[in-house]
């Protein structure tokens, strides 16, 4: 929940003129939601699946959905970017201009 809390004060700062919303910001409150469907994911596919049993996976189930959105979610192109996106995040906040890219 932190997240969007952060992303609405990025926001509202920018709307009133306090700072420009930017790509750091952008990154940083990304890369939060990433870790967040990476994680989830992770303990749907470790954890939960092979304790449910077999009928909570069946076609028309509550965790039949939740499974097949999650693993949409986690096999997006947007987790594929996991690790460029953070090397590029901990580029910026320590100084280090990622290559190709000016502030």
């Given at each position: 929940m932190s997240c969007a809390d952060q992303h609405m004060e990025r926001c509202r700062q920018h709307a009133s003129g306090e700072r420009?919303?930017?790509?750091e910001d952008d990154l940083y409150i990304s890369c939060i939601a990433r870790e967040t469907i990476v994680q989830a994911?992770?303990?749907v596919e470790n954890d939960l699946y092979r304790t449910i049993g077999s009928s909570a996976a069946k076609a028309g189930?509550?965790?039949?959905?939740?499974?097949?959105d999650?693993?949409?979610?986690a096999g997006h192109?947007?987790?594929?970017?996991?690790?460029?996106?953070l090397r590029q995040l901990a580029q910026l906040r320590l100084?280090?201009?990622?290559?190709g890219m000016q502030r």
């Amino acid at each position: 929940m932190s997240c969007a809390d952060q992303h609405m004060e990025r926001c509202r700062q920018h709307a009133s003129g306090e700072r420009p919303y930017t790509w750091e910001d952008d990154l940083y409150i990304s890369c939060i939601a990433r870790e967040t469907i990476v994680q989830a994911w992770e303990a749907v596919e470790n954890d939960l699946y092979r304790t449910i049993g077999s009928s909570a996976a069946k076609a028309g189930q509550r965790f039949e959905r939740l499974f097949r959105d999650l693993a949409m979610a986690a096999g997006h192109r947007n987790t594929m970017m996991r690790d460029p996106l953070l090397r590029q995040l901990a580029q910026l906040r320590l100084g280090v201009d990622p290559a190709g890219m000016q502030r």
